[in-house]
């Protein structure tokens, strides 16, 4: 385990995550993470800390409403969220500052048919 830490574009939002060097990096299809095109991981929230920027966070959420889409209101940048597959989890691949991750490993996950993708799916339940 490593620390990486992160943030939104105009530094507001700081954070930091505890996890492996080499990332396992999930690429959605479903319609938000289509439109934003949002690559993610997943950690348990006891290894993600926010450090700065709850004040100037914002949350959108659509369907279910499990998931938490945050975003800085300043810079519009979304550096986590809580993720519906892991509602107890956080992701947070884009905005890490560089230097701790040595690898990406992607893996597809069917996001249009999310029910059915989550039932099959072997490893994105067990991330969190």
Same mark, same amino acid.
């Given at each position: 385990?490593? &620390?990486?830490?992160?943030? !939104?574009?105009?530094?507001?939002?700081r954070?930091?995550? @505890?996890? *492996? #060097?080499? /990332?396992? $990096?999930?690429?959605c *299809?479903?319609?938000?993470c289509? &439109? &934003?095109?949002?690559?993610?991981?997943? $950690?348990?929230k006891?290894r993600?800390? /926010? /450090?700065?920027?709850?004040?100037? /966070?914002?949350?959108?959420?659509?369907?279910?409403?499990?998931?938490?889409?945050?975003?800085c &209101?300043? !810079?519009?940048?979304?550096?986590?969220?809580? #993720?519906?597959s892991?509602?107890?989890?956080?992701?947070? #691949?884009? !905005?890490?500052?560089p230097g701790?991750?040595?690898?990406?490993?992607?893996e597809?996950? !069917?996001?249009?048919? @999310?029910?059915? *993708?989550?039932? $099959?799916?072997?490893?994105?339940?067990?991330?969190?």
């Amino acid at each position: 385990m490593v &620390k990486h830490t992160g943030g !939104c574009h105009c530094g507001a939002v700081r954070f930091e995550v @505890w996890n *492996s #060097p080499d /990332l396992h $990096v999930f690429h959605c *299809s479903c319609s938000i993470c289509t &439109k &934003k095109q949002n690559h993610h991981f997943i $950690v348990p929230k006891n290894r993600f800390t /926010l /450090l700065q920027g709850l004040e100037n /966070l914002t949350t959108y959420t659509f369907n279910t409403h499990v998931a938490k889409h945050t975003f800085c &209101k300043t !810079c519009g940048v979304q550096s986590f969220y809580t #993720p519906r597959s892991n509602p107890d989890g956080y992701i947070a #691949p884009h !905005c890490l500052d560089p230097g701790t991750v040595h690898s990406v490993t992607v893996e597809n996950f !069917c996001g249009e048919k @999310w029910e059915e *993708s989550m039932q $099959v799916h072997e490893t994105i339940r067990d991330m969190s």
